[in-house]
């Protein structure tokens, strides 16, 4: 089985542009969530979703946002980015709610 | 809410020396997880213990959990270089809540 697969795996971007990063899950799982890990704050979740449904958020701007398709397949969108955005932005997903969740590579994010 | 603390922050050992990681959480779960990340990667899932579990084995590993102390240890034992990495627990139905971590050198 693929594991779950995030694109683009590095990105730089300028401040104020806006950037769309995908996960693709691994075929089943129908549980998608995100994190941003930065080495000030650590790992802090984004959003989880589940059957194209968001369940919860983290408390993050309304810049983030994020959703699922009925593939299972997610995007998460940052707009208006900011030098703070820079980061390292984690999916996991999950066959069911509480079950294993198994992480991707990551998409490295630089805002300069 | 919930979150999981791992002590200690940083631990530096020989090859072939085991290591143990804590973890300590706040509030009442369903299960634990403990995840490995190799510098600037992804996590790699470790292991899942439920709440209804007092230990679990996966080859070099052994996690405890003790509801009663809302704790959980990990420990690796035989260590190579190769386990060198930070090591997550997290807690939380969901989502998933982690710590700091725990940044295990293993010197060889």
């Known amino acids: 089985k693929a594991g779950v697969t995030q694109t683009p795996r590095y990105l730089i971007k300028t401040r104020g542009q806006q950037v769309t990063l995908s996960c693709s899950p691994i075929s089943g799982h129908r549980s998608v969530s995100w994190y941003q890990q930065t080495p000030g704050q650590g790992l802090q979740f984004l959003f989880e979703y589940f059957s194209e449904t968001q369940r919860n958020k983290g408390n993050f701007p309304g810049r983030f946002s994020g959703r699922q398709f009925s593939n299972s397949r997610s995007e998460m969108n940052v707009s208006t980015l900011e030098l703070g955005d820079s980061a390292l932005y984690l999916c996991?997903?999950?066959?069911?709610?509480?079950?294993?969740?198994?992480f991707g590579q990551g998409t490295r994010l630089t805002v300069v | 809410s919930q979150q999981g603390e791992e002590d200690p922050q940083a631990l530096s050992i020989q090859e072939g020396e085991n290591a143990t990681m804590n973890c300590s959480y706040k509030t009442s779960i369903n299960n634990l997880q403990w995840y490995r990340q190799n510098s600037g990667r992804g996590l790699v899932h470790l292991i899942l213990?439920?709440?209804?579990?007092r230990e679990k084995h996966s080859g070099r590993l052994r996690v405890t959990l003790d509801t009663s102390k809302k704790s959980s240890s990990l420990l690796i034992t035989a260590s190579r270089a190769a386990d060198t990495a930070s090591y997550f627990c997290?807690?939380?139905?969901?989502?998933?809540?982690f710590g700091k971590g725990t940044r295990l050198s293993v010197i060889a």
């Open positions: 996991a997903s999950s066959e069911n709610l509480n079950t294993e969740a198994f």
């Open positions: 213990i439920r709440s209804n579990e």
């Open positions: 997290a807690t939380g139905n969901t989502p998933l809540v």
